[in-house]
């Protein structure tokens, strides 16, 4: 099964803006609701940090915040601090009660 | 509070079989769903597939069909991933992750299994 299609690395300064794309389908991102957002520091298992596409969980910091248009969803992390530089995962539900995981993208704070 | 906690790491060589737990605690075991996620070393995540602890269900990405199994045992609260004839490639650390029923999403994670296949 294909993965989703996300930039293998994505770079800011402190203070700045940066988003990450995720591409599917619409067999996937396209055609659900179902599309989540981890973050996963070295060593780690994955946080959940968007969920349902734009729901931030309760303790995630509201410099997160994801948006979707049509096959492709978006991750925007807003005044990028040292502790953002991570990987991030995109996941989203596929038809017939399967998932799937973006490529991965890091983020590197300058 | 809500916590999956994951047997040790394994070592195994190839052909053999891999049974990795997840034991979950502080919620109702049979009102959510368990994924099982995998990450080879320095790659990304991949899912592997479902249990619905209620029903006793399972469904796997098809990568996996034919070598995969998840099973759960419910007087313990553990659901078990099995995974046969390794080979090298399997080598990764496994995730076990919670799913609200019908929420799509992932939380909380296991702390992750590490998994070795070597001769």
């Known amino acids: 099964q294909s993965a989703l299609t996300q930039p293998a690395s994505v770079s800011g300064s402190p203070g700045q803006s940066i988003t990450i794309s995720c591409t599917g389908t619409?067999?996937?991102?396209?055609?659900?609701?179902?599309v989540s957002w981890y973050q996963q520091h070295p060593g780690e298992a994955p946080k959940l940090i968007i969920y349902?596409?734009?729901n931030r969980p309760s303790g995630v910091s509201n410099r997160f915040s994801g948006s979707k248009s049509g096959n492709t969803a978006t991750l925007t992390i807003s005044g990028l601090q040292a502790e953002d530089e991570a990987d991030y995962y995109c996941c989203s539900y596929r038809t017939s009660n399967q998932y799937v995981f973006g490529t991965g993208t890091t983020v590197t704070v300058l | 509070q809500v916590q999956l906690v994951q047997s040790g790491a394994e070592v195994k060589k190839p052909g053999a079989s891999v049974k990795v737990s997840c034991k979950a605690s502080g919620y109702s075991f049979t009102s959510y769903y368990i994924h099982w996620v995998r990450q080879a070393p320095g790659q990304g995540l991949d899912w592997m597939g479902i249990?619905?602890?209620?029903?006793?269900?399972?469904n796997y990405a098809q990568m996996f069909q034919g070598r995969l199994t998840m099973t759960m045992d419910t007087s313990t609260s553990t659901v078990y991933m099995e995974l046969n004839s390794l080979r090298s490639e399997d080598t990764a650390v496994y995730y076990c992750?919670?799913?609200?029923?019908?929420?799509?999403?992932?939380?909380?994670w296991g702390q992750g299994t590490l998994v070795t296949v070597s001769s």
């Open positions: 349902e596409v734009s």
């Open positions: 249990i619905n602890p209620s029903a006793g269900s399972a």
């Open positions: 619409n067999s996937d991102v396209g055609g659900y609701k179902y």
């Open positions: 992750a919670r799913e609200s029923v019908g929420a799509g999403w992932f939380d909380p």
